[in-house]
């Protein structure tokens, strides 16, 4: 079922405008200036905070109100970049799957020879478990959302198939290693989603 551009309840970013520094309203208050974002650095901050937006609350459970006031954007912005809360999920889905790439990249780039490339594999999935867990979170809430939404199951879906094959060629792993280290990840995304107890985690 669409989601139009969000929840009913969606409303208004708190904390959203203000006067500029300085300025009139201001009360007569002089900041210091600060740099001005590029559209490109303001639209990565978006993401980020959707990311743990997403990966705490989930697709249907999050509002564009919330991401907003966690980027310090106001609403109408978030829908002057994403059409609707759909498409700001899948360019989070894209930046999170991103991230995992180059995780698995610099595995291929630090692996010596001779060394277990089902090891390094591992690793480069604990590095993120441990340094971007919200990103780990988001791919579970992604695989939950594509259960129920076509329009999010096939690209989750590609990018899933990607990320294996990825994997395959930078390493030369047979698929049945890479599927291993996948199913591992996987419970390890559920231990953290479930806050396990260590000795159900699969990895450290």
Do not use: W
Not at 30 to 44: D, G, I, N, P, V
Not at 104 to 123: P, W
């Amino acid at each position: 079922m669409a989601c139009g551009r969000d929840n009913a309840a969606d409303g208004p970013a708190p904390g959203a405008g203000g006067p500029a520094d300085g300025g009139p309203g201001s009360g007569g208050a002089t900041r210091k200036r600060t740099r001005r974002l590029s559209a490109q650095e303001r639209r990565a901050d978006l993401l980020e905070a959707a990311v743990i937006e997403f990966a705490e609350s989930g697709y249907h459970g999050t509002r564009t109100a919330d991401i907003a006031a966690r980027a310090g954007v106001s609403q109408p912005y978030v829908y002057a970049l994403f059409p609707d809360k759909r498409a700001l999920f899948l360019a989070c889905h894209d930046y999170t799957t991103e991230r995992i790439k180059e995780a698995l990249e610099k595995a291929t780039t630090d692996l010596s020879d001779g060394a277990d490339v089902e090891q390094a594999l591992d690793r480069a999935y604990q590095g993120l478990f441990d340094e971007r867990p919200h990103q780990v979170l988001f791919q579970v809430q992604a695989h939950a959302a594509a259960a129920a939404d076509p329009e999010i199951r096939e690209p989750v879906r590609r990018r899933f198939i990607e990320l294996v094959e990825l994997s395959e060629r930078l390493n030369g792993a047979p698929r049945d290693l890479v599927l291993r280290h996948v199913a591992r990840s996987m419970l390890g995304n559920v231990a953290l989603a479930l806050d396990l107890p260590p000795e159900y985690r699969p990895i450290g």
